[in-house]
Every structure is written in C-alpha cells, then in structure tokens.
C-alpha cells in the first residue's frame, strides 16, 4: 500500500463547479500536507501547504486536513480554464526527514469552458 | 524568487549510453532531490542529498547514481540507459528549515 494514495482521475468539470481533490494517507508521523500544481510540460509548484489538522484558505483555494481520518483535500472554488492542472498531494513527516516528501499519484483536471 | 533549472529539458539516447542529467540550485539550499515522473504512478524518488558529497538512496535508486559536488549542483547519472528509463526527470530542492520544495522544469529523457 502506497503512504499517500490519490484518485488519479482524470476529473472534467464545467467553469465556475467547485472541485473538490482528495487524499489519504497511512503513516501516522506525517504532519506537514502540501499541494502541488503541475501545467503540462512543466515542474510542479506549490499551491498550498498545511501544517497539522485544520484548514488553510488562498482565494479560491481551501486545503483541509483531518489527522483522524487521515484524510487530505483540496477545494477550488469557481473554477477556470486555467486550473486545468495536474494536483499532486504530498506529505512529510517531522522530525529529521530531510525535507523527504512523499507524494500522491496525482490528480489530472480538466475544466472546460 | 528561487529558481532550480535543469540542463535539458529534452534527451534521446541509445541503449547502453551513460547519461547525466544536471541540475542547479540558486537559493543555496542544503536539500536536493531527484525524481521520475511516470503517468499513474506520481512522482518517485531516486536519490537525494542533504549535504555536499551526501547522498542518500530514495525509492527507486537501482540503475542510478548521483554526485554532488558543489552545494548549488546536483547530477543524476544513468550508467548504462535502457528503454524502461524512459521518463520525465524532475529535480527540488528545499532549505534545511522549511519544508517545501521547488522544482525545476524537468527533462524528458526518451531512450531508444
């Protein structure tokens, strides 16, 4: 079993839906989430980053994480064309783990105008 | 801004070849990382360093190997490529203190 799974989708939604990203995780010492953004044909880029259990709001993004259920998600509201993205969950656990992420499959979305 | 580039963003190569792939860091970060990309199986790590001359074997390091000589520059090496190698290559890094990464655009390696 892989420590973070993703549903790799991929997920197609109209413009404006709200779309709502997903992961579990299993190793209980993981305590910092992230997301990533990744365009086609280019390196991922941070998104949004979490410490422990709670949410964290960007504009139209909300990260949320529940320790308890070990469970990770991303919420984009009124989404554009242009978050058609691959997201990429990823957690680290603290301690001296030297920055060691570990990631989702991915989740490839498509918003259509 | 941080920047992490990567020496090419395109590479075919033969079977048998030894390949390097190069990376450069801007922000004087201690961590460096590489990683391949596949679809349907996210991003893997191979090798990463937390030091110069440190290296330390991630998830799939078999049939790699990396250096890191200089704190800004860290090279992945594939000894002898075969075609199951063929993959997008992305290389992070991170400070010692924070605990996100940054990437570099990455490098399309197709070996024939």
């Known amino acids: 079993q892989k420590e973070v799974e993703q549903d790799p989708g991929p997920l197609s939604v109209p413009e404006g839906a709200i779309v709502s990203l997903n992961c579990t995780y299993s190793?209980?010492?993981?305590?910092?989430f992230m997301w990533y953004r990744q365009y086609s044909r280019k390196g991922p880029e941070l998104l949004m980053y979490t410490y422990s259990s709670g949410n964290k709001e960007d504009g139209r993004f909300t990260a949320q994480v529940d320790k308890s259920s070990k469970y990770i998600s991303l919420f984009i509201r009124d989404s554009q064309p242009s978050d058609s993205a691959t997201y990429l969950c990823?957690?680290?656990?603290?301690?001296?783990?030297?920055?060691?992420?570990?990631f989702g499959q991915g989740t490839i979305l498509t918003v259509h105008p | 801004d941080v920047k992490v580039t990567q020496s090419s963003r395109y590479l075919v190569k033969r079977t048998g070849e030894k390949v390097f792939l190069e990376c450069v860091q801007d922000?004087?970060?201690?961590?460096m990382f590489w990683y391949r990309q596949d679809p349907g199986l996210g991003l893997r790590l191979i090798y990463f360093?937390?030091?110069?001359?440190?290296?330390e074997k991630g998830d799939i390091p078999e049939g790699y190997s990396v250096s890191r000589e200089k704190k800004e520059r860290f090279s992945l090496i594939l000894e002898s490529a075969s075609t199951n190698q063929t993959s997008m290559y992305l290389c992070?890094?991170?400070?010692?203190?924070?605990?996100?990464?940054?990437f570099g655009p990455g490098t399309r390696l197709l070996v024939l």
């Open positions: 190793n209980s010492a993981f305590q910092y």
């Open positions: 360093s937390y030091d110069v001359k440190m290296k």
């Open positions: 990823a957690s680290l656990a603290g301690g001296t783990s030297y920055g060691k992420l570990t």
């Open positions: 922000m004087d970060h201690e961590n």
């Open positions: 992070a890094s991170s400070s010692r203190d924070q605990e996100t990464q940054y």
